[in-house]
């Protein structure tokens, strides 16, 4: 009887010691299905995600863990060619493709935490255009003679970051929105 009692108040108090655990700031979304055919409730819970949008010259905070940046969207153009700031005489650029054009979100990064922030900082970025066509927007160093795409920024500093994608040129001018995703949120930039 003993044992069971042990085996039973240890068991509550792991149930009490794994709740506590648990993030309370995390915001979770529940959708219940009932399957009628089976007659069995199915539920499923997912992290709520929040839309911030975002406007072309306007900065924007974002989060992510316990990193912190200011973003700001300078300008969003079309390019046929993207080419580095750099005077090194070995610079890299990416060169004009038949058919397709680059979309450019020339952005200022900012970084506001206490630590240096990377690449890494965006879970990811991506643009939709049409709410059809999907494309993965790519960030690169536009100071740095290679073009990087593994960025990083100094606390209190600022570095400029191209985030583009190739894409048809029939889609050139075409509504698109651009989001930026991190921690929580999705960053939304819609533009044209």
Not at 46 to 62: C, L
Not at 115 to 140: A, G, H, I, Q
């Amino acid at each position: 009887m003993k044992k069971r009692f042990l085996v039973l108040l240890s068991a509550v108090f792991i149930c009490v010691s794994l709740s506590a655990c648990g993030n309370s700031a995390q915001q979770l979304e529940t959708t219940t299905v009932v399957d009628n055919t089976k007659g069995t409730v199915i539920t499923e819970e997912k992290n709520a995600r929040n839309t911030v949008p975002i406007t072309t010259n306007g900065t924007v905070t974002m989060t992510n863990g316990s990193e912190e940046i200011e973003l700001t969207v300078k300008e969003i153009s079309y390019e046929s060619e993207i080419d580095s700031k750099s005077d090194n005489m070995f610079k890299q650029y990416f060169k004009d493709v038949d058919n397709e054009t680059y979309l450019v979100l020339k952005t200022d990064i900012k970084n506001i935490g206490g630590n240096s922030v990377n690449y890494r900082f965006f879970d990811s970025t991506s643009v939709v255009y049409e709410d059809k066509y999907n494309y993965k927007l790519e960030p690169v160093d536009i100071e740095s003679s290679v073009l990087s795409q593994y960025w990083s920024v100094d606390p209190l500093k600022t570095t400029e970051v191209y985030f583009f994608q190739s894409v048809p040129d029939e889609l050139k001018g075409k509504a698109f929105k651009a989001t930026f995703s991190a921690g929580q949120n999705d960053y939304v930039l819609s533009g044209n």
